[in-house]
T-cell receptor
């Protein structure tokens, strides 16, 4: 059974801090890893990672994948209160597994002013 | 584009009643997914369709749950009879397909409370 584990479960930081969120995965016919941000509504897409060692960056957020060790990290620098959310990691199976995403339970990030 | 549309946004019902959740995917997307999210179990895939055909329903909890996709622009998830443990947020998502798939786009969700 496919499994995605995220850590920490929750995190409280102050504005300006840098945070690192972790995601490990065991996904059959692994194809890609995705990060989502979920506030009080539906998840919104952040990154999709397919290749090891190539950092994806969007503003203060960045992410990297290690396919050998089966994990990914999401970094947020200079955090702001608007970054407060649940961050979800999902592993996507390959063609023989359809387009299934297996989600972790998320990391709940709270950024205090 | 309006994005993925779900209805109703909130549903409160009594145990034993039938519940029907509706989803309209983004036009042109070949894949449609139904998820359930709870505090205890996080986001779980229930079933997904490719070109209106159910591909994998291994996540459907039990026979009380059923899903249909009669055409490319509409899908339903039905719970009959509903139970309090079905209380959750149900998300529908669509994606443009394997060849060009970059991500799944989620609808706003239906918050279901079964009393």
């Amino acid at each position: 059974e496919d499994k995605v584990v995220q850590s920490p479960l929750s995190l409280v930081v102050h504005e300006g801090d840098t945070v690192t969120l972790n995601c490990s995965y065991e996904v059959t016919n692994f194809r890609s890893l995705l990060w989502y941000k979920q506030e009080k509504k539906a998840p919104t897409f952040l990154f999709m990672l397919t290749s090891s060692g190539i950092e994806k960056k969007s503003g203060r957020l960045s992410s990297i994948l290690d396919k050998k060790e089966l994990f990914s990290i999401l970094n947020i620098t200079a955090t702001q209160t608007g970054d407060s959310a649940v961050y979800l990691c999902a592993g996507r199976g390959g063609k023989s597994s359809g387009d299934k995403l297996t989600f972790g339970t998320g990391t709940r990030l709270a950024v205090r002013p | 584009d309006a994005g993925v549309i779900q209805s109703p946004r909130h549903e409160v019902t009594e145990m034993g009643q039938e519940v029907t959740l509706r989803c309209k995917p983004i036009s042109g997307h070949d894949y449609l997914f139904w998820y359930r999210q709870t505090m205890m179990r996080g986001l779980e895939l229930l079933i997904y369709f490719n070109n209106n055909v159910p591909i994998d329903d291994s996540g459907m909890p039990e026979d009380r749950f059923s899903a249909k996709m009669p055409n490319a622009s509409f899908s339903t998830l039905k719970i009959q009879p509903s139970e309090p443990r079905d209380s959750a947020v149900y998300f529908c998502a669509s994606s443009p397909g394997l060849a060009g798939a970059q991500t799944q786009y989620f609808g706003p969700g239906t918050r279901l409370l079964v009393l």
